[in-house]
């Protein structure tokens, strides 16, 4: 695990997070010796990228703000050119538990792309309304996609390996619900394993929910659409490309 861990880079894409980040980047730092950490300040208006760089992470800054699925193309693309082979997506807010990250490295031997899943028995997350009704949906359908059961579809909690590392640098969506929704499509219809394991969510350490009630609606639609959009699109070849499968 000590060779997995060094080639091991975590990304944290991240807006406007200054209050959370630092103790994130320390927690994710000191919870896995060894492992490398990568901030994207996707555009942020405050000191974000600072403070992350004080706690011990590699910053990349972007200009303006691309999204979490730009953020993460770059993520990828940074691993693949700094010698990482696997890349672990944690939230800046402080919502995963860095100490979870072995688990997701553990399920990864036997696939290219693990989820950590808040609806499979562990913690106590719970979402309602449609924002819930759009979450058991895409659970559904996706783990027809995929060939294997999945409940967090929509997980910004994930371990990505060599194989989906190079796919993803390439192709990963930066469309609103495409890091999630249709990156799994793309993963599926490639040919990558993909597996969860139960993951606790924890509170929001600072800032405010991207989401709330008056969005929820709203999100059942775009929800669909991205699958709609991504089932739509051909299949992609996957190749191992320039990083060691190890």
């Known amino acids: 695990m000590s060779d ?7 990304v944290l894409p991240a807006l406007n997070e200054e ?16 492992i490398s ?6 555009g942020s208006t405050d000191d974000t990228a600072g403070v992350a ?3 011990g992470a590699h910053v990349a800054r972007l200009p303006f703000n691309i999204g979490v699925g730009g953020a993460m193309r770059l993520g990828f693309n940074y691993a693949i ?21 072995p688990e997701l490295l553990q399920e990864l031997e036997g696939a290219d792309l693990v989820l950590g ?15 819930r009704w759009a979450m058991v949906l895409l659970s559904r359908i996706l783990s027809r ?28 969506p930066s469309e609103y619900l495409g890091d999630t929704v249709e990156s799994l499509v793309i993963a599926a219809r490639s040919g ?8 606790a969510m924890r509170p929001r350490a600072a800032g405010t929910p991207s989401h709330n009630p008056l969005k929820a609606a709203t999100y059942l639609g775009r929800a669909m659409m991205a699958l709609v959009f991504a089932l739509m699109r051909p299949p992609i070849a996957l190749t191992t490309g320039s990083i060691d499968n190890r």
Request: proline residues 5%.
């Open 4 to 10: 997995r861990i060094a080639r091991t880079l975590v």
């Open 19 to 34: 209050g959370a980040v630092g103790e994130v980047v320390a927690e994710v730092l000191r919870s896995n010796p060894g």
């Open 37 to 42: 950490c990568l901030v994207v300040d996707d």
């Open 53 to 55: 760089a004080r706690a």
């Open 81 to 101: 050119e700094n010698g990482f082979s696997t890349v672990i997506q944690v939230d800046a807010d402080g919502q995963h538990d860095p100490s979870e990250i």
């Open 117 to 131: 899943a808040r609806f499979a028995g562990k913690g106590e997350y719970d979402a309602s309304g449609p924002r």
């Open 145 to 172: 996609v995929a060939g294997t059961k999945l409940t967090d579809t929509t997980s910004g909690f994930r371990a990505t390996g060599p194989r989906a590392v190079v796919l993803f640098a390439e192709h990963y």
């Open 192 to 199: 990558c394993v993909i597996r969860q394991v139960p993951v």
